[in-house]
């Protein structure tokens, strides 16, 4: 039986009851594998890697070592909300690395998405194997990979945590929510008591905001989709649409247009709403987002974000058009 495929029999993971049973399951499975030995995980704090901690927590407690590493695509205020709930409130053994300047540098003049992606899942294993080969006992690799994952990585877009792996790696897989679709895994991270903002948390790609500034990276153009993302999600908390949206961001391309800003022309970058609903990421509708919101977040953007002077919405469902642009 190919373990990377989904029984026909296996129920959807809807109730508590049904999540509890799974993590029994893959509690004494983790146990099993892992022994008495060390587990590496990228924590990255998104909803995915946030319940394979703290489901590895419950299994193995202390031997579950939990790296996060900046990569400096990050949201505004991930990094240390990751500090604040899993090192203060969990009690976690987390490491925590800032590798802004390793990951932008090797990002520079980069524009070809797949590459992109390569170079900072390539990253990401050289950053946990330097973090390893510091550490006595370490064996495992914990990954945050789930059902659409595996699908989709036969020929659509490559995943960090699908494939791509050196050969010489040495470390053997643990990854217990493999065969989980999103909302599943959201019930089994409220059943293992995490917060639910938290679980409730956008999904969010590994590559983070990489894969939104598209074309090639710079530090101006990150630092104003950064900021434009920011004010979307607090707009968006702020109206509720939190609760009714799956998935919202912005996209910023390597593309300007002429503006005016204080009486005088100018050049600027545009901000682009994705607003997605889905139950498995497989495919997914627009959200209608009131105009009078849509003014609001356009008016607070080109107002407070520097490098930003209009803001795009995105009306392509999936299929035709992936969830994200690259």
Same mark, same amino acid.
């Given at each position: 039986?190919?373990?990377?495929?989904?029984?026909?029999?296996?129920?959807?993971?809807?109730?508590?009851?049904?999540?509890?049973?799974?993590?029994?399951?893959?509690?004494?499975?983790?146990?099993? %594998?892992?022994?008495?030995?060390?587990?590496?995980?990228?924590?990255?704090?998104?909803?995915?890697?946030?319940?394979?901690?703290?489901?590895?927590?419950?299994?193995?407690?202390?031997?579950?070592?939990?790296?996060?590493?900046?990569?400096?695509?990050?949201?505004?205020?991930?990094?240390?909300?990751?500090?604040?709930?899993?090192?203060?409130?969990?009690?976690?053994?987390?490491?925590?690395?800032?590798?802004?300047?390793?990951?932008?540098?090797?990002?520079?003049?980069?524009? $070809?998405?797949?590459?992109?992606?390569?170079?900072?899942?390539? $990253?990401?294993?050289?950053?946990?194997?330097?973090?390893?080969?510091?550490?006595?006992?370490?064996?495992?690799?914990?990954?945050?990979?789930?059902?659409?994952? +595996?699908?989709?990585?036969?020929?659509?877009?490559?995943?960090?945590?699908?494939?791509?792996?050196?050969?010489?790696?040495?470390?053997?897989?643990?990854?217990?929510?493999?065969?989980?679709?999103?909302?599943?895994?959201?019930?089994?991270?409220?059943?293992?008591?995490?917060?639910?903002?938290?679980?409730?948390? %956008?999904?969010?790609?590994?590559?983070?905001?990489?894969?939104?500034?598209?074309?090639?990276?710079?530090?101006?153009?990150?630092?104003?989709?950064?900021?434009?993302?920011?004010?979307?999600?607090?707009?968006?908390?702020?109206?509720?649409?939190?609760?009714?949206?799956?998935?919202?961001?912005?996209?910023?391309?390597?593309?300007?247009?002429?503006?005016?800003?204080?009486?005088?022309?100018?050049?600027?970058?545009?901000? +682009?709403?994705?607003?997605?609903?889905?139950?498995?990421?497989?495919?997914?509708?627009?959200?209608?987002?009131?105009?009078?919101?849509?003014?609001?977040?356009?008016?607070?953007?080109?107002?407070?974000?520097?490098?930003?002077?209009?803001?795009?919405?995105?009306?392509?469902?999936?299929?035709?058009?992936?969830?994200?642009?690259?």
């Amino acid at each position: 039986m190919d373990e990377n495929k989904r029984p026909d029999t296996m129920e959807r993971i809807t109730t508590k009851a049904l999540a509890d049973a799974f993590i029994e399951k893959e509690v004494k499975k983790v146990r099993q %594998q892992v022994g008495d030995k060390k587990v590496l995980l990228a924590l990255s704090g998104g909803v995915d890697s946030s319940v394979v901690a703290a489901l590895l927590i419950k299994a193995i407690g202390k031997q579950l070592v939990s790296v996060h590493v900046n990569h400096g695509l990050m949201r505004k205020g991930e990094s240390e909300q990751v500090i604040e709930v899993f090192e203060k409130q969990l009690g976690a053994n987390l490491v925590y690395v800032d590798a802004t300047d390793r990951f932008l540098g090797l990002l520079a003049g980069v524009s $070809e998405p797949e590459r992109k992606r390569k170079i900072i899942g390539g $990253e990401f294993i050289k950053v946990f194997d330097e973090e390893a080969r510091k550490l006595s006992g370490i064996e495992f690799l914990a990954q945050g990979t789930i059902y659409p994952d +595996i699908l989709e990585s036969d020929g659509v877009k490559a995943h960090h945590n699908v494939g791509g792996l050196p050969e010489d790696m040495q470390f053997e897989l643990v990854e217990p929510i493999k065969l989980l679709y999103k909302d599943e895994v959201r019930v089994v991270g409220e059943a293992l008591g995490l917060p639910h903002s938290m679980v409730y948390r %956008q999904p969010f790609p590994g590559p983070g905001l990489g894969v939104r500034c598209l074309g090639a990276i710079t530090r101006d153009r990150l630092e104003a989709l950064r900021e434009a993302d920011a004010i979307l999600r607090e707009e968006f908390d702020g109206a509720g649409l939190n609760k009714t949206v799956w998935q919202y961001f912005i996209a910023v391309p390597d593309v300007k247009s002429v503006g005016v800003k204080d009486g005088k022309r100018y050049e600027g970058w545009p901000a +682009i709403i994705r607003a997605v609903n889905t139950t498995d990421a497989m495919s997914a509708t627009i959200e209608e987002i009131p105009y009078v919101l849509l003014h609001k977040i356009t008016a607070r953007i080109t107002a407070e974000v520097n490098g930003i002077n209009r803001v795009l919405y995105d009306l392509t469902p999936k299929p035709v058009g992936t969830i994200e642009w690259e």
